[in-house]
């Protein structure tokens, strides 16, 4: 049997899940039925926990997992397919239940009520029978079927309302993050500082309006590096620390030390491109005469700086915030849920809408798509630090699934290998007691066996005395038998040798006519050689050439084409099996000589 396994299971095989309780029933002496219910309540606690609802809502959630619990239990196809109708139903609802929470709309008000009567309408439909169950499957299709096609137009609204949202207030947003800049710069340096009563107002209103300008107009990557920002970067902090008053004493020697500086630099700022230049030169004008009078201990009037409302919220521009933490905010996208908790308050359950690092803001819609909040960087950061803020993780019943079944495939694999195990055990047994009684019925045949044999032996020894005796007779008849044979065998051996000899001195005789015919060829000599083609066919060649050197003779038809080659060895082997026949030897080299001449001599004459 093979092992069960998870990937299996989920790719839609119910048989094998079944198989999986019916092994562990078996192993552990437990109901299937109670197992399967078992599962289903850690499926469903797990769905609670990992989709934490509303308050409002947990109850109807609740009264729905009751009867949904035991509808689970009874179809194992629930875990293995995604389009079964109860996992359908969950996939449906999660997403808007966990996104709902309490606030003072219409829109939301009525998801509220159709989530309610939705779920009310299922958890009647799963608590009833099941011939109920089969005779309302079309009210329940068409119920969730309207509540599908009324959350896409809703969600289609909220979509576009946050589109309409999101580009209002990135305007805002960059406004209010100058204003916070600039308004956190200039607290840190002069609130809670004595300053002359008539720069009050000077720096609470043309001072941050210049700043804010350029803080609105610069990108902020590059406004640091702004002449006029870097200047003012210089001259607050020692703005800061240059008056008296309140119980402040300034230390003359720092006057005489840094009011110089402090004119240099406002001095360089006049050159520095500004929104307002007569508005920014009287700034300077005012900052100098203070300056001046306190250099030159003239009294003037000091009060403590009161602080700059700051429309980015109560975060310092110098507050430490932990690397870790701020790596935490920027893992959160656009897109991502966050519960708020703020105690002996509802908690929001709001969406980010807008992550804009430029101006340093985050803008949270409900899911209807209206403005929640807007937080920056460091106030989420703390947030999330301090447990105010924290991802609303969710988790479908897939991911749920496949961490429950596990458990219990290894248990079912467990069981299997045990039964199989209890099996072998008992087939071992049988095995060793049949093997017990072959070795019985094996030691009965070989004593059977060996009576036999002994039996046999005897007869076989009577027998092997009548052979011997037999052999001594026989033995002696083939004696004489072999001694007559061996007379006949030598008189044959020498007829043939006789005769042997007689061919060797025929054959000799032959081969030695041969050559001495061969040797008396003459060029022109004629010969009739049998054809390789056909053997009856005998064919007339003439001995054109003799070749002395490689030991060739050539021959030629009547009409001098070349017919055969052979070598003198060739020649004599093919006279001595009467292949050829020499017709005429041809003349000798006198004789041709002499008819060449008397070729010449006819010639001439």
Not at 281 to 297: D, F, G, R, T, W
Not at 533 to 552: F, H
């Amino acid at each position: 049997m093979s092992e069960f396994t998870l990937q299996a299971i989920i790719d839609g095989d119910s048989l094998q899940l079944s198989e999986v309780f019916a092994s562990i029933a078996a192993a552990e002496s437990v109901d299937p039925a109670g197992l399967r219910l078992q599962l289903a309540a850690e499926l469903l606690r797990g769905f609670i926990h990992t989709n934490s609802w509303d308050t409002r809502l947990q109850p109807l959630l609740d009264e729905f997992t009751s009867a949904a619990r035991a509808q689970i239990a009874k179809d194992d196809e629930f875990y293995c397919s995604a389009q079964h109708p109860l996992r359908v139903f969950f996939s449906t609802i999660t997403p808007p239940a966990s996104h709902w929470c309490k606030r003072d709309s219409k829109p939301n008000q009525q998801l509220f009520d159709k989530l309610s009567a939705l779920l009310a309408f299922a958890t009647t439909y799963w608590s009833a029978s099941e011939e109920q169950q089969i005779a309302g499957a079309a009210n329940l299709q068409q119920q969730l079927d309207d509540f599908t096609n009324w959350l896409a137009a809703e969600d289609k609204r909220a979509t576009m309302l946050e589109a309409r949202l999101c580009e209002t207030e990135l305007a805002n947003l960059k406004l209010i993050s100058a204003e916070a800049r600039v308004a956190e710069a200039i607290n840190h340096n002069l609130a809670e500082r004595p300053l002359p009563v008539e720069l009050h107002n000077t720096i609470a209103i043309t001072l941050k309006s210049e700043l804010q300008y350029w803080a609105f107009n610069t990108d902020p990557t590059e406004l640091s590096q702004l002449p006029l920002w870097k200047s003012w970067q210089r001259l607050l902090p020692a703005l800061g620390q240059l008056f008296s008053g309140d119980g402040i004493e300034v230390d003359d020697q720092l006057l005489y030390d840094q009011i110089p500086l402090v004119f240099a630099e406002l001095e360089r700022s006049l050159q520095y491109p500004n929104s307002n230049a007569q508005a920014y030169v009287q700034l300077v004008e005012q900052l100098n005469h203070c300056l001046m009078s306190a250099i030159q201990k003239q009294a003037q009037e000091c009060s403590l700086f009161s602080e700059l409302a700051n429309p980015g919220g109560q975060s310092d521009m110098h507050t430490h915030i932990p690397k870790t933490l701020l790596q935490q905010t920027d893992s959160i996208n656009v897109g991502d849920w966050i519960i708020f908790n703020v105690d002996g308050a509802d908690s929001i359950r709001c969406k980010l809408a807008l992550k804009n690092p430029a101006i340093d803001q985050l803008l949270f819609v409900d899911h209807t798509g209206r403005k929640v909040m807007n937080k920056n960087t460091k106030d989420f950061a703390l947030c999330l630090s301090t447990g105010i803020a924290r991802p609303l993780l969710t988790q479908d019943l897939a991911a749920i699934i496949r961490s429950l079944l596990p458990p219990l495939i290894e248990r079912a694999n467990r069981s299997v290998q045990a039964q199989l195990l209890l099996q072998k055990n008992k087939a071992e047994q049988v095995v060793r007691a049949l093997i017990a009684q072959q070795q019985a019925a094996a030691a009965a045949a070989e004593r059977e066996r060996a009576a036999e044999q002994a039996r046999i032996e005897e007869q076989l020894e009577a027998r092997r005395a009548a052979a011997r005796k037999a052999m001594m007779e026989a033995r002696a008849l083939a004696d004489e038998k072999m001694r007559r044979e061996a007379e006949q065998a030598a008189e044959a051996e020498r007829l043939r040798i006789e005769q042997a000899a007689t061919q060797a001195a025929a054959t000799i005789a032959k081969h030695q006519q041969a050559s001495q015919s061969i040797s008396e060829l003459q060029v022109g000599a004629w010969l009739e050689i049998n054809s390789e083609q056909n053997a009856d066919e005998k064919l007339r060649a003439k001995l054109s050439v003799i070749i002395s050197s490689t030991g060739k003779y050539i021959f030629a038809d009547q009409v001098g084409r070349k017919l055969a080659e052979y070598t003198r060895e060739q020649l004599i082997t093919l006279m001595v099996e009467e292949q050829i026949k020499i017709l005429r030897n041809g003349d000798n080299f006198e004789d041709q000589l002499a008819k060449v001449i008397r070729g010449l001599r006819r010639d001439v004459s």
